[in-house]
């Protein structure tokens, strides 16, 4: 081996790894000299703002992190004529999400981080399924891959070598510690409901459609349940950041010369559990969480702009107001 070259490493071994939800060796090894005594400089998708304003909060970056699972959904049986939870297809994707995330948080773990912030999720279907209604009832590979950026802030609660993984920006950690909050889990759960002959055929007058809305409606139920439970798993008080998305598809029925068409409903929801830092306060007890917050998120996106809400506008402007005595206080050391 010559010098500056890694060591061989066990590739099937590796690959055992990785086929029971762990992270290839190659990754482990890296992730060990980015944390280590001999650190390198390391990219992150955080901005200057967000790093300075987690800087001020006392978040050190330490490494960029990811987690990926490339899933293939199985051949199910026919669902046609039937309304309710396709739980087969819901575990599916799922599934896929919890491999991601264990991923993202076993990396986590290696750089001995107390949170991960400013995790970016996406999805996307590799393979189209080749039969059925949606195209999306069994056969197709689903791919989920998540991003964030490691970081050490000893005053976020958690159990030892347990990381809190968050889709927060630099500005929403830091507008949410001014306040005496902290993260406390992420929140992930997805439903996949079918209804049948809800749509089409013969309508006369002007009117809403109860049943696609009842359906969609039951679809949204079933996931913010779940919601609910997992926050109160985290002992949250609050969900914040929600990122809720919503799939609804036309379907044929499947019988031939029916006029009525089935309803497929795709729901997926995302958010960060948060409550009272317990130094900060006295943590309020509650049995179910009694708000969830569907906050914009300040500088995810450069198209976002906030117009209406004065608390946003308030909590932006104090935040460019703490970056500008970051960068100040830069300049002058």
């Keep these: 081996m010559g010098p500056g070259q890694r060591p061989r490493i066990d590739l099937r071994a590796s690959l055992a790894h990785v086929e029971q939800g762990g992270i290839p060796l190659r990754a482990r090894e890296r992730l060990a000299e980015e944390a280590g005594p001999n650190r390198r400089l390391f990219t992150s998708d955080l901005s200057v703002a967000e790093f300075l304003l987690a800087r001020d909060v006392r978040c050190e970056p330490i490494s960029q992190v990811m987690g990926s ?60 399924g080749a039969r059925g209604k949606g195209g999306d009832d069994g056969g197709e590979v689903l791919e989920f891959t998540v991003v964030g950026t490691a970081v050490r802030a000893p005053w976020i609660t958690h159990a030892p070598g347990q990381p ?16 005496g909050y902290e993260p406390c889990g992420f929140l992930y759960e997805f439903c996949q409901y079918h209804a049948h002959h809800v749509v089409g055929g013969q309508y006369s007058g002007i009117g809403e459609l109860s049943k696609p809305h009842h359906a969609i409606d039951t679809a949204r139920t079933i996931v913010a349940q ?12 609050f969900v914040v950041g929600s990122d809720i998305s919503f ?19 795709k729901v997926s929801w995302f958010g960060t559990a948060i409550r009272r830092i317990p130094q900060a306060a006295q943590r309020l007890q509650a049995d ?23 608390d946003s506008d308030d909590i932006e402007r104090a935040a460019e107001e703490a970056v500008e005595m970051a960068l100040e206080a830069e300049e002058a050391q």
């Design 247 to 265: 799939d609804v598809r036309e379907v044929p029925c499947g019988f031939e010369g029916c006029e009525l068409n089935d309803l497929d409903v």
């Design 164 to 179: 809190i993984v968050t889709d927060l920006s630099g500005q929403d950690l830091w507008a949410l510690a001014q306040d």
């Design 288 to 310: 179910i969480p009694p708000l969830i917050l569907s906050m914009m998120p300040l500088g995810k996106a450069q198209d976002i702009r906030i117009d209406a809400e004065e």
């Design 69 to 128: 699972s490339i899933f293939h959904v199985g051949q199910i049986d026919d669902y046609k004529g039937s309304t309710g939870e396709i739980t087969v297809l819901s575990d599916a994707h799922r599934q896929v999400r919890q491999r991601a995330l264990s991923r993202l948080f076993q990396e986590a773990i290696c750089v001995g981080a107390d949170a991960v912030v400013g995790a970016r999720l996406e999805e996307r279907m590799i393979t189209m």
């Design 226 to 237: 779940k919601i609910h439970r997992q926050a109160q798993y985290f002992q949250a008080e």
